[in-house]
């Protein structure tokens, strides 16, 4: 199987590297488009700010070719948000509006910002991706900004407010939490995501 890490230079490229190693795969990480159009599965990590990552897709040209992407892509923390039409950081930051939602700030509710640690989510009946991870297992968190539920929402989590914690849209996955910091049940994840 072909797998590509999109790089942009500002995220967690070599853990979600080393994660995928463990799983028996041999990812290349790229940003060449010839490379990634010829990929079967397709990871977007991000980490850092959503002005900083788009910044760096428009400069390697890679915008348009994420957003008419046909394979299998998994965006990771910042990635996922990055699939939205705008982030509410810096008073609005445009991103790659593939769905038409928009990446809010948590709102202090008495709980540490940003939300960092170990965290639950739901776990929907009969959905491919959570096949072999049992409900209220735990994952790992560290962001400010979240995808509000909506029709996209396959998986929520509760930090103060509920929030998408896993979305689905189209060939468009995204997880809001770090699966290569989230021990066996991020694992099972993206082993899930690599077999659809």
Known sequence: ???????TNCSNLFSVKTMLHKLGCSPIISDRADIISQAD??????????????????????VSL???????ILGICLGMQLFSSISAENNGIKTLNIID???KRIQYCG???????WNT??????HYLFYGIKENSYFYFAHSYFIEICHVTISQTNYGQLFSSVI?????????FHPEKSG?????????????
């Open 121 to 126: 989510i739901t776990i929907p009946k009969k």
């Open 101 to 103: 939602v928009p990446v």
């Open 111 to 117: 709980l540490p910002l940003p939300h960092m640690g």
């Open 168 to 176: 689905e849209y189209k060939n468009f996955f995204g997880v809001q």
């Open 1 to 7: 199987m072909n797998i590509v890490i999109i790089n």
């Open 66 to 72: 994420i957003q008419n992407c046909t394979k299998p």
């Open 41 to 62: 599965k397709l990871f977007l990590p991000g980490v850092g700010t959503a002005s900083a990552a788009m910044k760096q897709l428009k400069k390697k040209n890679l």
């Open 184 to 196: 066996m049940p991020g694992h099972q994840l993206v082993k899930n995501f690599l077999e659809i």
